[in-house]
């Protein structure tokens, strides 16, 4: 048959059944006396097959590899099945990417290009790679040994998985909330400078402590009475009861981390709002945190007359 005929059999135009033949898809025989193309009913049954995979935006590598029998139909169907996939996720990201940059409302495209390469390198960091951009990024923030404790407050909950469109939404308004905080300038903060004059010894054991601390909150069951905190807040109420010099010590120590919470707390809060749906874990500590606290407030008011705060 001629290929005007192959086209009315495979519903594919002349030009497409040329362009197969030129790829080697398919080898009609040649009339010697008028050198015009014969499809063979195989011709046929390889350019229906062609018009179907095509459909399927199977590639023409690919679909020669069967025609030719080097690759199953199968294996090269599981294999663009791999690709769609792979295709389906980047679009994805993709998407989500450009959703948050809609919700921003971005006017100066000379600062967008730069942003929109940071945020979809992030998303693409694994598990371990996340965890590293977040504590470089808040020791960035936070520079000299300060910084390095913080971070330690967050160690055990800084490994996060995303593994559904919100979390990657909530992942990148995190990339970009800590973006846009400027390092912290610490001003006459007594605290600030006895951590960073520490020497390495004493951070050891402040990190020891949080570490402690955090395994304690997390592990935290509102039905068991909290011996160890309400002792403590116990001890340290009746020692500022007792020495008015240690009293008037607390109370200045207690002015300067209320003007240094005025610089932290906005970035502390809105790193903890996403952390807080980023990790599961930290969710459970900080809810753990609220109900220890509550139990050890009622436990000293009712021993004292007073609240620990």
């Known amino acids: 048959m001629n290929i005007k005929t192959a086209s009315e059999k495979t519903g594919l135009t002349k030009k497409a059944i040329k362009y197969y033949e030129n790829e080697g898809l398919i080898t009609p ?3 010697c006396e008028n050198n015009y193309r014969e499809y063979s009913n195989d011709d046929i049954i390889k350019l229906n097959l062609i018009g179907a995979l095509r459909a399927l935006d199977i590639t023409i590598v690919d679909i020669k590899d069967v025609v030719m029998g080097r690759k199953s139909l199968p294996e090269t169907l599981i294999d663009t099945v791999k690709k769609i996939d792979e295709s389906i996720t980047y679009l994805g990201k993709s998407k989500l990417i450009i959703t948050s940059l809609i919700e921003k409302n971005l006017t100066d ?10 945020l979809r390198e992030t998303l693409e960091l694994s598990r371990d790679d996340k965890k590293e951009f977040i504590s470089n990024t808040l ?3 936070f520079p000299g040994k300060f910084g390095q404790l913080f971070v330690s407050i967050y160690a055990p909950f800084l490994s996060v998985t995303i593994y559904n469109d919100e979390k990657k939404k909530i992942w990148l308004r995190l990339v970009d909330f800590l973006d846009s905080v400027d390092e912290v300038v ?3 903060t007594f605290l600030v400078e006895q951590i960073n004059n520490s020497d390495n010894d004493n951070l050891d054991e402040l990190k020891k402590a949080l570490d402690t601390q955090y395994k304690y909150i997390l592990d935290y069951d509102e039905n068991t009475k909290d011996n160890i905190m309400i002792n403590r807040q116990i001890e340290l109420a009746r020692s500022l ?4 010099e240690l009293k008037q010590k607390f109370n200045k120590g207690l002015e300067d981390l209320k003007q240094f919470m005025k610089v932290v707390g906005p970035i502390q809060k809105g790193f903890e709002e996403y952390l807080c749906i980023l ?8 809810d753990n945190e609220i109900k220890m606290l509550a139990n050890v407030n009622k436990t000293v008011k009712d021993k004292l007359g007073f609240t620990a705060n």
């Open 29 to 31: 025989l040649k009339k």
């Open 109 to 118: 495209y000379r600062a967008s290009g730069e942003q929109i390469r940071r």
């Open 241 to 244: 009861k007792e020495s008015e």
């Open 279 to 286: 990790n599961e874990d930290y969710k459970k500590y900080k």
């Open 139 to 141: 020791l960035r923030i």
């Open 186 to 188: 610490y001003k006459n």
